[in-house]
């Protein structure tokens, strides 16, 4: 929908109406402002949910006059920042998403939520100044100067006015300053610990350190961090907690096979059933994401599923909520999984019910699928893309999933039929006066549909396969193989028994006199019109 | 006169029995003596009284004979009326008897390299005559020899190529000059597999180099590409591009067949066909490098981007001269808009004419074509070629449509057991071909040095069982006979 190409090439007027009617873009001017840091970490960390604190200061904001000139020059500021957005090959979404920014971020704690704020800033074009200046506030909540830097970069370009554009150099100076300190004090106690041959408090140092160095943006010191914690880990659950640090950092750094590499470890220990049952959902829902994100939308499809637990689930929010958990694990057992399946393993699955409650719409869409009825489930499922397109771990992989969906309702719809005509299935899948030729013909020649298109009658007709006729050519064609194998090797033998091979010395390797001699002289071009007919 | 010409006539004798092997390698013993003591003669009775003579012999009886005097007529230049001489040279060469000339092997080769000179002969007869020639030494034809290459050379340079393709349809499994080959006892025993009796030895051919095989493959495909026969002429190219290599070796021969394997395969199978398995390594390498432009073009071919193809064929004219490959290029041209149409079958199963127009580009003018009586031309030319297996109708309102009959016909289970049995034959044909090899590796001396380590090494092994306890008390208790293990204690 918002390919990179179009987008390009938006015109403004369309811009303008997509930021304009959103009362939301006034919606968080002052929430930020208004909440004071301390009560939102609060929050966030008590996890109670936040969303509960915010709508208040919404509605008050939007009650506040609109100041129209400042409209206009907005969204030309907008255009000018979603141009050098599409530049740099990021994802831009036109059309405003079914959700609400601050129950959506609410779902969520730690770094996550300045990564998924600074991704909606940065990709859809109706929320983008809410959720940069939410970004803005976030950053300045933490002590990673360089997220600030991020987050302010964007708002500068695409919201000069506000007051988050501001660069507030004091903070920056003062956040760097403690953080150095902080890092001396910590190593320095490091440094302590390991004199005094404690191990669990050099573990306990080195996961300070970790901590630290990963809550101001030096993700790879962290990880190393983390990594030394191993010597020093005695029990299971050390184990584990050195695990899930580095599993933590890894998905920041976007470093899939190494979270993969590291969630297999959790569970290789020899683990109690209650303790496999508490690790389980952490484990798959990890592991799902990385299968998500290498592209194996099957295993990633099944680790959804069996993630388990839903309260567990809850509780690790700082990588994925439940609601994504579901709406994963709904679109990827869509694209891959054929309908029987989805019903044993989805609609039929006692604990992913509990997750696919908490998304109705992603149930809907699986048993409308089940069903039979393809067309009403991918409406449903367009309607929500522009949502999908602003989750950081969707986005990419986004238009691959829909296209596998889309062909495999094709591919389910035309499989009772033996005849089927082009207008039923335009009916069916085509968007309003488009055909769906194109994408049949694309289906049919990558060899997904085992159909032929007949323009004449308007057909889309199966292709009944004749084993018969396969086996015989088969039959033949081995024979003639074997045949033609058993005359090469022989020739070869015998060529190599006459010591008749080309050899490898210099000369004869540059076509020395004698290969080139009976060349030049018995050569004749074969010509078109020398080329008898 | 009248005495040398009882000497020629002496052979065959008449009581000869044609099965007795050893009788006939005698009378022919004592036939050679005869007739080379005629040929060392000073005073030439063979050269003197040559057409004399011939008319008293039958070619295809005394045909040893014949060769003696035949070949002192004509050689060193001739000696007597042309035409005549000419004219029995070439029924001599049609009708001899291959048996009797295994023995004269060194005096035939000098007649068919003269003949393969082009000169004695007009072109068009002495491509026919060594083809004919070449199948009466060796009727299974699967032996290469010196006169392989000369017949090649003369039929290609001389554009005589339909009398040539007896032989070069044949598959050629033995090279002269192999290993391990001894001439055999008896020279004229029927059962020989032709490189017994084809060799430098036997004067049959002379021995050949690589460049010189090379050659033989890419001539032969060059043959079969004027005929327009793609499929042979793949086959030939991929006998150059992966023929054995050592050291990283790689011949210019085998790069030039390289690009025009590229080329052919398009034609014969519209895309690129990826190199046999056993191609040299030094070669594969060589042809990444030299054959790119080809490889290039190539990859085009296999896109919808006629106009692509067109530019790139255009820019590249030098090149394809001077590789001498403009015509085969010209043919890909052409043919990409058949494999294009071809390669709807995949997609649809009617179609109308106005839209294959839409659908398909030429590759000559880069773009759709213009009229729609163009395509349907096209489409018709190529059902009738056989490219295509459809129809073109016409609806009823007068748009004309093609369908696509399905390409493979079911074949009846007796057609398919027919095709299927013939398969098998051609294969236990192979069978003497097979056994000759397997003779000719079982006796060469690696063989029997690995052979002798190996049973060494197993004599070994079965020393080391024995050693044992155990083993003995086994031993005899697999042998039935003896005592048992139990009776002994």
Known sequence: MAGKSQAGQAPIAQLCQAADPSGGLQGCQTFAPELSPSTLDEAADTNTPFATLVPSTTAAARATPINMAGQSGQSGQLLTFFTAMDNQGNVIVREAPKLDLDLYISNYRGRTRFERLL?????????????????????????????????????????????????????????????????????????????????????????????????????????????????????QSHILDVSKHLIGVMIQRRDWPSVLANVNKILAGSLSEDDIKVQQPYQKMVSGIAHLHSEKYYDAAKSFLETGDLAICQTYNEIASPNDVATYGGLLALASMDRSELQARVLDNANFRNYLELEPHIRKAVSMFVNGRYAACLAMLESYRPDYLLDVHLQKHIPAIYAQIRSKCIVQYFIPFSCVTLDSMNEAFAKPGESLEAELITMIRSGRLQARINTIDRLLVAVSLDRRAEMQTKGLETARGYEKEALERIRRMSLIAANLEVKGNPRERAGGPVTDQWYEDTRRQLNAGEAPA | MDQVASICLAFPPEHLRDDDDSAYHKAMESQLTQLSKLLKDPSQPLRTDGLALLSLLDPSVNSLSYLAVIHSLCIPGLAGPREQLLERLVVFLLSFDARQLRYAGAHLLDILNVVGQGQLLPPAVAVNVLAAAILRIDPSGSMLTSTHINLVKLAYTTDNIEPALPVIDKSIVFYPGMANHKTPDLLCDLTLSPPSFISKDSGLTSLLKAPAILEYDLLCGMMYCARRDWAKAVAAFERVISYPTRDMGTSKIMADAYKKWVLVSLLHAGKYTALPSYTGAGAVKAYGAIGKLYKDVATIFETENA????????????????????????????????????????????????????????????????????????????????????????????????????????????????????????????????KATTERLGTTKEYIKHLVKEQRRAGDKDGDITMGFGADIEDEDLMGEGPTAEALF
């Not at chain 1, 100067?145 to 920056?172: F, G, K, L, S, T």
């Not at chain 1, 901590?211 to 961090?225: P, R």
């Not at chain 2, 085969?328 to 294009?340: N, P």
């Not at chain 2, 580009?361 to 759709?368: F, T």
Request: net charge negative; aromatic share 6%; with cysteine.
């Open chain 1, 119 to 235: 991704l909606i800033g940065q990709s859809s074009v109706p929320l983008c100044v809410d959720a940069l200046k939410a970004a803005v506030a976030e950053a300045k909540r933490g002590k990673d100067v360089q997220r600030y830097r991020d987050a302010w970069e964007c708002i500068r370009i695409a919201a000069p006015n506000e007051q988050e554009a501001q660069w507030d150099q004091a903070w920056a100076d003062k956040t760097d300053k403690a953080n150095k300190v902080e890092t001396h004090r910590l190593e320095l106690e490091l440094k302590g610990y390991k004199n005094n041959l404690v191990k669990e408090s050099i573990r306990i140092g080195h996961r300070d350190l970790g901590q630290h160095l990963e809550s101001i943006g030096e993700l790879v010191a962290a990880s190393d961090a983390y990594v030394r914690m191993r010597g020093d880990a005695s029990t």
């Open chain 2, 307 to 434: 106009a692509d193809l067109k530019a790139e064929v255009d820019e590249h004219t030098k090149e394809w001269l001077d590789d001498g490959n403009t015509g085969l290029i010209g043919e890909v041209l052409s043919a990409y808009q058949q494999w294009q149409i071809v390669n709807l079958r995949r997609v649809y199963s009617k179609i109308s004419i106005p839209e294959i127009r839409q659908l398909t580009k030429c590759a000559q003018i880069g773009d759709v074509l213009t009229k729609d009586e163009d395509v349907e031309t096209l489409i018709q030319n190529m059902i009738i070629s056989g490219t295509l297996s459809g129809v073109i109708e016409k609806n009823d309102n007068g748009v004309s449509f093609l369908t696509f009959l399905s390409s493979s016909a079911t074949l009846s289970e007796v057609d398919f057991a027919r095709e299927i049995a013939n398969t098998a034959t051609r294969l236990k044909a192979l069978q003497p071909v097979f």
